[in-house]
């Protein structure tokens, strides 16, 4: 395995802004859903068991199948509102743009999600899916702690303290997902949908979802 490509494509200073991004974090912040350490580790891990590893974890697998063009298509179908789906575009179309200019080449699609260009980089880069899987996990976990460090607003050592728990529920979570079967997967989060379609026009706010 190519580790230093894997860190490199997990690392927050990959050029893609996922920094701008909050995932519908902000809005359960501003609704005080998320208010604390406790609060904050509680919605960004059940967004990670319900949501993440239900519905995106086993498209970012699929990828590795060459099947872009229909993962991809029900990929974007299961973002519930116009800002997740426009965050997993931009960050997919950054990615992509970066992979050209480096040489890697481009993922054959006119919107390509974030997982789906990750998932291209993985593969020429021979990245196994399952380690590429638990770094793209993990890039998402940090993002999202960054975010509520930045939005609750939390301690460094608290961040760190939910980052070290949440990094042992991915390696839990990891057998879940790759014994994962079609009929397994489905995306069901309403808090979240509820809260980021909130967000679209919540008066005053840090994050572009």
């Known amino acids: 395995m190519n580790l230093s490509k894997l860190l490199q494509l997990a690392s927050p200073a990959l050029p893609v802004g996922a920094y701008s991004y909050s995932g519908g974090l902000e809005a359960a912040v501003e609704a005080g859903v998320v208010k604390d350490a406790a609060s904050a580790e509680c919605w960004i891990g059940d967004v990670l068991e319900f949501s993440v590893v239900r519905m995106e974890a086993p498209m ?43 040489g890697v080449g481009e993922v054959p699609l006119q919107e390509p999600s974030f997982p789906a ?16 899987l638990q770094a793209y996990l993990w890039a998402w976990v940090e993002n999202q702690v960054m975010a509520a460090v930045k939005a609750v607003p939390l301690g460094q050592t608290d961040g760190q303290k939910i980052l070290l728990s949440l990094g042992e529920e991915i390696s839990m ?17 309403p808090g979240l949908a509820l809260l980021s379609s909130r967000h679209e026009t919540q008066y005053s706010r840090l994050f572009r979802s």
Not at 117 to 132: D, G, L, T
Not at 173 to 189: C, R, T, V, Y
Request: aromatic fraction near 12%; proline fraction near 3%; glycine fraction near 4%.
């Open 60 to 102: 970012l697998l699929a990828f590795f199948s060459g099947d872009f063009v229909e993962t991809n298509a029900e990929f974007l179908a299961s973002r519930e509102t116009a800002e997740l789906r426009a965050e997993t575009v931009q960050m997919g179309y950054s990615l992509n743009r970066l992979l050209k200019d480096l």
């Open 117 to 132: 260009a990750f998932a291209f980089a993985a593969a020429h880069w021979k990245i196994e899916p399952e380690a590429a």
């Open 173 to 189: 979570l990891m057998p879940k997902i790759l014994s994962m079967k079609d009929e397994d997967i489905g995306n069901f989060a």
